[in-house]
């Protein structure tokens, strides 16, 4: 089911929406007028999570030979107790054309939507050491300074990097101009540790 707006992004990206855009978008609908947005996120987690641990069940529900019922059978004894109908049915559908596979990325491009919505933006930051909070606050502050919109960190430490720091915002990785400005912010930084 494509709405109007789903139409509309991919019109303005200048290409088509991908099977999982597709289905994240018509989720996001269906979820505003049936749910709540930040549950429905909560509980595709949930239910990745699940499947994850879960690798036979994954697997028969992608199995093209298996009757739908079979499968929504599956997943309401699964899963009913523990989601939302929105959910519940969401998933069904997608076990029930064998494209259960798809969930994860459904769920992360429904997490985008989702932050949108709600003018956040994901940043996902790779440093060589931990950052701290007060480092963490000052980077989160400016790039909304640069996005304009409230910036959630995702931190994550890799010592291969060797001192730097690696930015992506919503999926990008920042340009040049922005990776400069942080890198000054994280000299900074570096500076205000030392005279501690």
């Avoid at 932050?115 to 790779?126: D, G, H, S």
Wanted: no cysteine; net charge neutral.
């Amino acid at each position: 089911m494509k709405t109007e707006a789903s139409h509309k992004q991919a019109d303005q990206a200048g290409r088509k929406m991908t099977k999982s855009e597709s289905y994240a978008a018509s989720l996001v609908a269906l979820a505003k007028s049936e749910a709540d947005l930040a549950l429905v996120d909560q509980e595709l987690n949930f239910v990745i999570e699940t499947l994850a641990g879960h690798s036979e069940l994954k697997k028969s529900l992608l199995e093209k030979d298996l009757p739908t019922e079979k499968k929504q059978r599956v997943i309401e004894e699964v899963f009913g107790s523990k989601v939302s109908k929105v959910t519940l049915n969401f998933v069904q559908l997608l076990a029930g054309v064998s494209q259960i596979d798809k969930l994860e990325d459904v769920s992360k491009d429904f997490t985008r939507r989702l932050q949108a919505e709600e003018n956040k933006v994901l940043a996902e930051v790779t440093t060589a050491v931990e950052l701290d909070d007060k480092f963490s606050d000052r980077l989160a502050k400016r790039l909304s300074e640069l996005t304009g919109r409230e910036v959630i960190l995702r931190p994550k430490v890799d010592a291969g990097i060797v001192g730097g720091i690696i930015v992506r915002v919503d999926g990008q990785l920042l340009d040049a101009s922005v990776r400069n400005q942080l890198s000054r912010l994280r000299e900074e930084m570096i500076i205000d540790m030392r005279g501690r």
